[in-house]
């Protein structure tokens, strides 16, 4: 059984589990919308002990005016993560993961504007 303690600073790094796995447990952020190098609803985290990781998924809407125009930022775990990008009517998903280091999908992409794709 592999304890880890209560996690109280959001975005350092922490101790790994003292106990012997295949892989140490992943800490990952969580916010459902990442905007303008914030999270403006569902900020947390959640751990990955085994699986895929730490999941980021950008989001553009399609205008007639602008073409492809980013959105904002998902950022969560995931046992299904891949690389992959999705195209459905106006709406483009580009979806990475990352594991082995905690918050490795802490959101450093896009410029603070909108920005085309």
């Not at 999705?86 to 918050?103: A, E, Y």
Request: glycine letters at 8%; proline letters at 6%; one cysteine or more.
């Amino acid at each position: 059984m592999c304890l880890i303690t209560p996690w109280s600073q959001p975005l350092q790094p922490r101790t790994p589990p003292s106990c012997f796995s295949a892989a140490p447990a992943t800490l990952c952020m969580v916010c459902k919308i990442f905007k303008n190098s914030k999270c403006l609803e569902g900020n947390g985290n959640c751990t990955m002990e085994e699986g895929p990781g730490c999941r980021t998924r950008d989001l553009y809407f399609f205008n007639e005016r602008d073409g492809w125009r980013y959105n904002h930022t998902e950022l969560d775990c995931s046992n299904l993560c891949k690389a992959w990008k999705l195209f459905r009517g106006g709406l483009q998903v580009s979806s990475f993961c990352c594991k082995g280091q905690d918050f490795c999908n802490i959101y450093r992409g896009k410029s603070l504007q909108w920005k085309s794709h």
